[in-house]
């Protein structure tokens, strides 16, 4: 019940600033008890979706405070948004994170870590006519050059936000012309500037690779019927 409230919410079918029904509709409509209904708002408000105000009611918040790292409230939002614009989002957010994150890596590395990046895109190398292997290999890159910069804040958001994206096939995309010789080339420009310790360039590749990957396999988003 829960997930169907929170999907009521981001769906907008609750609007920002609108008011939650109270617990008797809820409960009749849901066909459950008042105290399953008020442990469902609390998980709602711990997730920043609502706000419990005396004499006000509860109170769809911001969505700026929603916590968007919340799996029920991040898949919500990218299954039902048709636009594609939380991909978009995500995919801003992620690109900066892992630029931040190559540039740290770029700026200090061992010989034993760069080898481990190196040995990871060779791997993409040698099987990049299968296409799930060399996915598979694809993240693998991402998070070695995570895990080796350090930033541990940074890598438990991104990984959070690419493991949920990964799971959607919008997020896919679709195939195009290229695809595997401009990510091995892509990544390989990321890994040249890391090992010449180029922090301003594998931060600029790493987030191009991000952004421009995105945008060649995104799905254009359906056309609204003209009035």
């Given at each position: 019940?829960?997930?169907?409230?929170?999907?009521?919410?981001?769906?907008?079918?609750?609007?920002?600033?609108?008011?939650?029904?109270?617990?008797?509709?809820?409960?009749?409509?849901?066909?459950?008890?008042?105290?399953?209904?008020?442990?469902?708002v609390?998980?709602?408000?711990?997730?920043?979706?609502?706000?419990?105000?005396?004499?006000?009611?509860?109170?769809?918040?911001?969505?700026?405070?929603?916590?968007?790292?919340?799996?029920?409230?991040?898949?919500?939002?990218?299954?039902?948004?048709?636009?594609?614009?939380?991909?978009?989002?995500?995919?801003?957010?992620?690109?900066?994170?892992?630029?931040?994150?190559?540039g740290a890596?770029?700026?200090?590395?061992?010989?034993?870590?760069?080898?481990?990046?190196?040995?990871?895109?060779?791997?993409?190398?040698?099987?990049?006519?299968?296409?799930?292997?060399?996915?598979?290999?694809?993240?693998?890159?991402?998070?070695t050059?995570?895990?080796?910069?350090?930033?541990?804040?940074?890598?438990?958001?991104?990984?959070?936000?690419?493991?949920?994206?990964?799971?959607?096939?919008?997020?896919?995309?679709?195939?195009?012309?290229g695809?595997?010789?401009?990510t091995?080339?892509?990544?390989?420009?990321?890994?040249?500037?890391?090992?010449?310790?180029?922090?301003?360039?594998?931060?600029?590749?790493?987030?191009?690779?991000?952004?421009?990957?995105?945008?060649?396999?995104?799905?254009?988003?359906?056309?609204?019927?003209?009035?």
């Amino acid at each position: 019940m829960t997930n169907e409230l929170v999907e009521l919410i981001v769906t907008g079918q609750i609007p920002e600033g609108g008011l939650l029904p109270p617990e008797g509709p809820l409960s009749e409509h849901f066909g459950v008890s008042r105290t399953v209904i008020r442990e469902s708002v609390k998980r709602l408000e711990e997730k920043g979706l609502i706000v419990v105000t005396q004499g006000r009611g509860t109170q769809v918040a911001r969505s700026g405070s929603w916590n968007m790292l919340d799996l029920s409230i991040l898949s919500a939002l990218i299954e039902n948004d048709d636009s594609l614009s939380i991909l978009d989002e995500l995919t801003i957010v992620r690109g900066s994170l892992e630029s931040a994150m190559a540039g740290a890596v770029a700026a200090r590395h061992t010989k034993e870590e760069l080898s481990r990046i190196e040995h990871v895109l060779d791997g993409m190398r040698e099987m990049r006519q299968e296409s799930d292997a060399f996915r598979q290999e694809d993240v693998v890159f991402h998070f070695t050059v995570m895990e080796i910069s350090g930033n541990r804040l940074a890598e438990n958001i991104t990984k959070r936000l690419y493991r949920r994206a990964l799971e959607s096939n919008r997020y896919h995309g679709l195939g195009y012309e290229g695809a595997f010789e401009s990510t091995l080339e892509e990544h390989g420009r990321v890994v040249d500037a890391i090992a010449r310790h180029d922090v301003a360039g594998a931060e600029r590749e790493m987030r191009d690779h991000i952004v421009k990957s995105w945008h060649r396999r995104r799905p254009a988003a359906p056309q609204e019927d003209a009035p």
